[in-house]
């Protein structure tokens, strides 16, 4: 599967917006944004900002929201084609699809510093999902899922060690969390109100109705 492999510091500035993608790296003074708050590339530093116009808004935004939970651009569009034929609103239901994988739960429960991370445990097998191991960062979770460490050392000290490095960062609201145990059960479903950074998912639906 493809995959993003160059610094992703750069993302983060060309968004001119924190996407955390070092998980709680980027809150210390050694954020790329921070020191350079300006687009990346040569001429980053001598070019003005300019008023985006409606598709450029609509694509920052695109491009955010796929940074930001590290897909490459035919798989979000894959998300965006099953929720435009689900039944709902389409930018609830994509950003429900986005939010229900297991990569990004695992980063939302403080298992893993990043989504990067995250991807990378499911990958080795640290991941199971009720009592069946699963290797596909890309799982949907749906409610009733049991997220639990393999029983293994390897992967239960990582996930302490994880768990000490993000004590601080406030469990979503549609897991119960038992860290102690090394396990989460899904409650519900996602909501908009679960996702802390801010998104305009309509600017996306628009983007792609065209």
């Known amino acids: 599967m493809a995959r993003y492999i160059n610094a992703v510091c750069r993302?983060?500035?060309?968004?001119?917006?924190?996407?955390?993608?070092?998980?709680?790296?980027?809150?210390?003074?050694?954020?790329a944004l921070t020191k350079r708050a300006y687009a990346p590339g040569q001429h980053g530093p001598k070019r003005t900002r300019t008023k985006?116009?409606?598709?450029g808004l609509q694509l920052r935004e695109k491009q955010?929201?796929?940074r930001t939970y590290g897909l490459m651009e035919r798989q979000f569009r894959k998300y965006f084609a099953i929720a435009s034929k689900s039944k709902g609103v389409t930018g609830k239901i994509l950003l429900q699809l986005l939010e229900r994988r297991l990569d990004n739960a695992i980063f939302r429960l403080g298992w893993a510093i990043s989504r990067a991370q995250a991807r990378q445990m499911v990958g080795h097998g640290h991941i199971q999902v009720n009592?069946?191991?699963?290797?596909?960062?890309?799982?949907?979770?749906?409610?009733n899922d049991v997220i639990q460490a393999a029983p293994k050392d390897k992967a239960r000290?990582?996930?302490?060690?994880n768990l000490e490095?993000?004590?601080?960062?406030?469990?979503?609201?549609?897991?119960?969390?038992?860290?102690k145990e090394f396990k989460?059960?899904?409650?519900?479903?996602?909501?908009?109100?679960?996702?802390?950074?801010?998104?305009?998912?309509?600017l996306i639906v628009e983007l792609y109705s065209k």
């Open 157 to 161: 000290e990582l996930i302490r060690q």
């Open 64 to 66: 955010k929201v796929k």
């Open 165 to 179: 490095v993000t004590k601080d960062r406030s469990v979503a609201g549609w897991f119960e969390s038992s860290p």
């Open 52 to 55: 985006l116009s409606n598709y």
């Open 131 to 143: 009592s069946r191991g699963v290797n596909i960062s890309s799982f949907l979770l749906k409610t």
């Open 184 to 202: 989460a059960s899904v409650i519900r479903l996602p909501e908009k109100e679960d996702i802390q950074q801010p998104i305009e998912e309509q």
């Open 11 to 31: 993302l983060c500035r060309r968004e001119q917006e924190k996407l955390f993608l070092k998980g709680t790296k980027c809150d210390t003074g050694k954020c």
